[in-house]
């Protein structure tokens, strides 16, 4: 069965920080694998996805993130983190007719 | 192009009664699928459409069904409504067959309240 795991509901850095948000998976080759973000009252506007062309994939607004399969994990980072990241982070896999969400990581900047 | 739209924002029901959510696709995109997001959690699947036939369901009961028009607009309608159905309903979009390549856009949702 597919399934996503986001380590930590809940990660609090300051503004400038390095963001980690964690995700690993659970998945039979290949493993599509996406991240979304979620503000508030909003629908899920996509970051990036990994599709097996690179194993770094770059995003929208710094963020990247790496596929490592012998980790089985897909983490999201971003270098430095500005107050407008703060937001729910979701990490999919897409088996092909659905998406299987993990179950979110709220990130909070602290000034 | 437009995005993927979803009326109505929010929802008010009582038990019992029924409700019919909305969706419009992405402009060239024939494939919707349709999620529960209950408060503080994921999104869960509930099923998807293409080219108007189901092509995969979640683990949501029969009250819970869809359609898809030929203009690849949806409906999601849910009977008997009960409370732990209150949550944000999300429509999302994707382009030609559904693969698992393929990045699914988001509406906004509807909100629906059950009390």
């Known amino acids: 069965a597919q399934s996503v795991t986001q380590l930590g509901s809940h990660v609090s850095v300051s503004e400038g920080a390095l963001v980690l948000l964690r995700c690993n998976y659970s998945?039979?080759?290949?493993?599509?694998l996406f991240w979304y973000v979620q503000y508030p009252n909003q629908g899920l506007q996509l970051l990036l996805k990994?599709?097996?062309?690179?194993?770094l994939v770059k995003g929208i607004n710094g963020f990247e993130a790496e596929f490592k399969k012998s980790e089985t994990s897909f983490h999201l980072t971003k270098p430095s983190a500005h107050m407008s990241d703060a937001a729910e982070y979701f990490c999919?896999?897409?088996?092909?007719?659905?998406?299987?969400f993990g179950t979110g990581t709220s990130l909070t900047v602290i000034p | 192009e437009t995005g993927v739209t979803q009326s109505p924002t929010h929802l008010i029901k009582t038990r019992g009664q029924q409700v019919t959510l909305r969706c419009s696709s992405q402009s060239g995109h024939n494939t919707v699928s349709w999620y529960q997001q209950a408060l503080g959690q994921g999104p869960q699947f509930i099923f998807q459409?293409?080219?108007?036939?189901?092509?995969g369901r979640g683990n949501f009961p029969p009250r819970f069904s869809g359609l898809q028009f030929p203009n690849y607009s949806s409906e999601l309608n849910v009977n008997a409504l009960e409370l732990d159905d209150s949550a944000l309903y999300l429509c999302?979009?994707?382009?030609?067959?559904?693969?698992?390549?393929?990045?699914?856009?988001f509406g906004p949702g509807t909100r629906l309240l059950v009390l």
């Open positions: 459409y293409y080219r108007e036939e189901e092509n």
């Open positions: 999919a896999v897409n088996t092909g007719n659905q998406f299987y």
């Open positions: 990994y599709t097996s062309a690179a194993t």
């Open positions: 998945s039979s080759v290949p493993p599509y």
């Open positions: 999302a979009s994707s382009l030609d067959r559904p693969g698992y390549q393929e990045t699914q856009y």
